[in-house]
């Protein structure tokens, strides 16, 4: 059981473990191959929001998967046993990230979900796209299908298994920090770095907005209610409590902090290369999409 008030994953240690300015750089290669092109920015967003559309799914699983193992995290300092279980304090610090998820209230309770089809809607009708050439792009590649069977594997946990569910919390941690870089970088360069051209431009115009319970919602808005450009979204507090979800759980556990500690890098290793592995197939995608525009 760890003592110390020390959290087990400090920020200056995931950055000198994984270097995520590195991890950066593809992400914004990825967004700059995007840009050359208004149908490689409507394959770019396709299989982004693709991608996050399990996120919400994925962490309530989550957090049932540690609500279920109640016979796992326990107090010490409790000798009833019916009174000294504490795994629901820690699902509960995991499942704040699926409420926003489902029904933000920054977003009038609309789901994520949501907002990202509005934006998809936006860029395919940027990009002029028909009915028929949005769905063709809808079909799932290979690729795709087992990234996902991969990631929903890690990131789930396994009830009763104190390993497994720590390592997805994890995953969970560097899913919630990986997000509000990406975002932010996303923010970046197809917004401010294009300033005044291109789906900026088609933004700035008016178009892409659509209404929703009576609410009008920027296409865009999916983008910076996660994180922007030069400020903060939801993931950054989602960072936060999934960092104080895997305290808890070395509070509660008999192992030292340097397993725990161990368990979690592991999980955080894992969604790093699903996300590298995300970028770098889209940034192929759409080099071929553009060598095909020229042929």
């Given amino acids: 059981m760890t003592t110390s008030n020390q959290s087990i994953l400090s920020k200056d240690l995931i950055d000198r473990q994984f270097d995520l300015r590195s991890l950066d750089r593809s992400v914004e290669a990825a967004c700059e191959m995007a ?10 967003m396709q299989r982004y929001v693709h991608f996050n559309g399990y996120a919400g799914s994925l962490v309530a699983r989550l957090a049932s998967s540690i609500g279920l193992s109640r016979d796992l995290f326990n107090s010490a300092d409790c000798s009833v046993i019916d009174e000294a279980d504490r795994g629901m304090e820690i699902a509960a610090k995991v499942f704040a990230a699926t409420i ?15 907002l990202a089809q509005i934006t998809l809607k936006a860029v395919g009708d940027y990009a002029g796209l028909t009915e028929a050439e949005r769905n063709e792009f809808a079909v799932t590649p290979t690729w795709m299908k087992e990234v996902l069977n991969d990631t929903v594997a890690k990131y789930q946990g396994v009830p009763g298994d104190a390993a497994a569910l720590i390592r997805g919390m994890g995953c969970h941690v560097a899913s919630e920090m990986l997000a509000d870089r990406e975002y932010a970088l996303i923010d970046k360069v197809i917004r401010h770095d294009h300033r005044g051209t291109g789906f900026d431009a088609f933004l700035r115009n008016g178009d892409g907005k659509a209404k929703i319970n009576g609410h009008n919602f920027s296409a865009w808005y999916w983008i910076v209610i996660h994180s922007k450009h030069q400020g903060v979204g939801v993931e950054a507090e989602h960072s936060e409590f999934a960092l104080e979800a895997i305290d808890l759980a070395a509070a509660y556990r008999p192992e030292s902090t340097q397993q725990i500690r161990k368990y979690a890098l592991q999980g955080f290793a894992d969604f790093v290369s699903i996300q590298q592995k995300v970028f770098a197939e889209i940034s192929r995608e759409c080099s071929e999409l553009k060598v095909l525009a020229l042929v």
């Fill in 35 to 44: 840009m050359r092109d208004p149908r490689s920015l409507y394959l770019f």
């Fill in 100 to 114: 926003d998820e489902h029904a933000d209230q920054g977003a009038k309770y609309v789901p994520h979900r949501t």
